[in-house]
């Protein structure tokens, strides 16, 4: 019984910490579009993904470089500084880790690819796309929650 207790109580743990982490993002990113400097980075990549569509896995993704330098900036200022951030005052570890393995080797591939929806499980391809096409709606990474509690989601239309 006390192993049930135990399994439960660290599920909620690492659940409420997964929600606060995206909570937090949603929020760097929503901002992000409103500062100046973060604003022009930001800006890069979209007009990258606009004009170049669908992104595919390049071995710089494993050192969390993206498709400019200025794009990898601005995926350094609003992902990566304030996830390992979040880590650290956290002690849960185990986000930068998945998000060091879905930015290295997934988010290339599914993020902004049209063919790839998980609607309403995962904030990728279709969903995200909204994002490029119209910035002031889907903000959030990996999950809708947000974006849709806060009323900036968007459904995708094909």
Wanted: glycine content about 4%.
């Amino acid at each position: 019984m006390r192993l049930c207790v135990n399994l439960i109580s660290k599920s909620m743990e690492y659940i409420f910490a997964f929600l606060a982490w995206t909570f937090c993002l949603y929020w760097i990113h929503r901002v992000g579009h409103k500062t100046p400097v973060v604003k022009t980075a930001h800006h890069d990549h979209h007009k990258f993904i606009n004009i170049h569509g669908k992104t595919k896995w390049h071995w710089n993704n494993l050192f969390l470089f993206n498709d400019t330098w200025t794009s990898t900036a601005d995926l350094w200022i609003t992902e990566v500084i304030p996830t390992l951030i979040f880590s650290w005052v956290t002690g849960h570890w185990w986000i930068s880790v998945f998000y060091y393995l879905w930015a290295a080797l997934i988010q290339e591939v599914v993020e902004h690819n049209p063919k790839f929806s998980l609607y309403p499980f995962l904030t990728s391809g279709k969903w995200h796309l909204v994002h490029h096409r119209d910035p002031g709606k889907n903000f959030g990474l990996f999950i809708p929650v947000w974006d849709i509690l806060f009323k900036t989601y968007k459904p995708y239309a094909s």
